[in-house]
């Protein structure tokens, strides 16, 4: 069983920056698949970004399109967390953010394919 707890949303301008953090509880997390989703009003929940253990100290990082170059996935494996940092925020970032993790998604960019999740926090970008 894994539990999930994000924290750092808020309300930043356009153009600023927010780090979300995401702490884990199981004594596997350096071997789960790590993964952020996010869900706006009215709309179905998205992938944005993921970390999968690749064997050893290696990592991947992927990233959906509408973020790639402004958002960066890290994790610090001592601390259990996984982390967002999300620079040149839009508008169009406004949305609740999931932490997901897994130890074997097979089809790590879509929600179903996670086990656990975290209960998300808002993210609002508006002058």
């Known amino acids: 069983q894994v539990q999930l707890v994000e924290s750092g949303g808020g309300l930043v301008q356009p153009g600023g920056s927010l780090r979300l953090s995401c702490a884990a509880s199981?004594?596997?997390?350096?071997?789960?698949?790590m993964a952020w989703f996010r869900q706006a009003p009215g709309k179905e929940r998205e992938f944005v970004a993921t970390?999968?253990?690749?064997?050893?100290?290696?990592?991947?990082?992927n990233y959906a399109d509408s973020v790639k170059g402004r958002f960066t996935i890290s994790r610090d494996n001592a601390k259990n967390t996984v982390y967002l940092q999300m620079n040149s925020l839009k508008p169009e970032d406004t949305a609740v953010y999931y932490c997901?993790?897994?130890?074997?998604?097979?089809?790590?960019?879509?929600?179903?394919?996670?086990?656990?999740w975290g209960q998300g926090t808002q993210v609002t970008v508006s002058s």
């Open positions: 997901a993790a897994d130890s074997d998604p097979r089809a790590p960019y879509y929600s179903a394919a996670y086990d656990y």
């Open positions: 199981g004594r596997t997390f350096s071997r789960y698949t």
């Open positions: 970390s999968r253990w690749g064997g050893g100290i290696t990592y991947y990082a």
